[in-house]
């Protein structure tokens, strides 16, 4: 397809910021790409969710059932014509009226992105071969039936894999978007100021630096950190930070209590750094953010999150059935009036069974 060219209306930044918005890293396998018509539905949640009438009543109205909210819109409905409305012209008036308009649309573009991509993800990763899986037999081979070893294997393999990609597909999500809303910018180790305590030819990696102040995001401190011998580097990105010349600011959403989590805090404390945890971590970043800003970490991030965790300790029956020719997965978790159903259909992506390198 032979794209057009750059609208004139559009500043050079704004077509820059708007190319990157559209396309999803360097996908191969699968590529992901916002049309016009996407984008143009994406600007009508976030005239949704500003609450701003006009703009609404310019661009498509989202679906009744939906009740304004995005992860309740079928990603089904994003894709659809949206009609011969002019894009740019809407994009600049969203701009000019919305305060961090532009930071809003992005975040919200890799998170439409993102979850585009786990959808085809679940269609498309394949069922793991009896090669990859068939040494782990040896744990419980005799203890259930081969027949039925052989499918739980096979099973397991499958939710792990699925899970895999859907971490690593939140890790390239949700870092940035908390950098974002604070105003600031993560950098890898290599471009790092942040130098390693005793080598300064060593950068290290930062989630978010704004202005003198070098933020570590994490969603909770728990004993794995210190039992895969990561802990040690931990403790020594405050002082790292000090020796920069940077603050070092710990931001942990989740607020279980943990001697790690007291050993990070002190040592923060120890260099000149803060620690906000829990509410005081999600009030900080909200307060950082700005209004606008504001509205998208408490509507997409901390809402579904806070959401979660209230079933937590509830654990649900799993019920997961295939078709013969494994074109279609059916899951239902919960029975009776408390059952919820959905299936997959399935178009498997032979390349997807090795190492993901789309980023």
Known sequence: MI??????????????????????????AIPIFLEDSELMRLLSVIASDVSNAPLQTALPSLPPESSGD?????????????????????????AQTIQDFDTYFENLCELHKRRRKYEIILRAQPLPTMLQVSPRTLLEFGSIATPALASWLTWRKWFYDIDNRAAQETGYLFEPILASALGGTPYGAKNSPIKRTG????????????????????????????????????????????????VPILLVLDPTPSARLDDLKAEFGRFGGRAYIGNDAWQHLESEAGGTMATFVERYVRRPIASLDEHAIELLDLYVTATRDHSTFHFKLGTGDRAHQWSIQRAEIESLGGEDTDE
């Open 3 to 28: 794209r057009p060219r750059r609208d004139p209306r559009l500043t050079l930044e704004q077509s820059k910021r708007l190319s990157k918005a559209r396309q999803l890293g360097q996908a191969r």
């Open 199 to 246: 080598d300064d030819g060593k950068g290290r990696q930062v989630d978010c630096i704004v202005n003198r102040d070098a933020y570590e995001f994490k969603l909770r401190v728990t004993i794995a950190a210190s039992g895969q011998g990561r802990f040690g580097e931990e403790l020594a990105f405050a002082e790292d930070c000090k020796a920069s010349g940077y």
């Open 70 to 94: 995005y992860y309740k819109v079928p990603l089904s409905w994003f894709s659809a014509p949206a009609g011969a409305a002019d894009f740019p012209a809407l994009y600049l008036r969203c």
